[in-house]
Nanobody
Framework: QVQLVESGGGLVQPGGSLRLSCTASGFIFKSYAMNWYRQAPGKERELVAGITSSGRTANYADSVKGRFTISRDNAKNTVYLQMNSLKPEDTAVYYC????????????WGQGTQVTVSS
């Protein structure tokens, strides 16, 4: 049974930091690229950051470059999203995504974790 379990969301003040975690089970984690998406109320889900199966390459949405860092620990089947200098516009539900490589034929989602940036 495939599971992606996110944790680490919450309420933080502008300028603060949070670290999201996503722990995977039920598939071969090191064979999947991992991504973080987010969806704000009334908006489409957007890709925030992605990391290759090896962890060597990461990419980011322009809106989070320089503030967010994605990383993974294949020994722990876990991917992280370190979020610094948070802004109110970062408020959203954040979702963990696993995509098989190279063809992306298998695609799994977590249940999401709420991040709220507000004073």
């Amino acid at each position: 049974q495939v599971q992606l379990v996110e944790s680490g969301g919450g309420l933080v003040q502008p300028g603060g930091s949070l670290r999201l975690s996503c722990t995977a089970s039920g598939f071969i984690f090191k064979s999947y690229a991992m991504n973080w998406y987010r969806q704000a109320p009334g908006k489409e889900r957007e890709l925030v950051a992605g990391i290759t199966s090896s962890g060597r390459t990461a990419n980011y949405a322009d809106s989070v470059k320089g503030r967010f860092t994605i990383s993974r620990d294949n020994a722990k089947n876990t991917v992280y999203l370190q979020m610094n200098s948070l802004k109110p516009e970062d408020t959203a539900v954040y979702y963990c995504n696993a995509r098989s490589v190279p063809a992306g034929t298998k695609n799994y989602w977590g249940q999401g974790t709420q991040v709220t940036v507000s004073s």
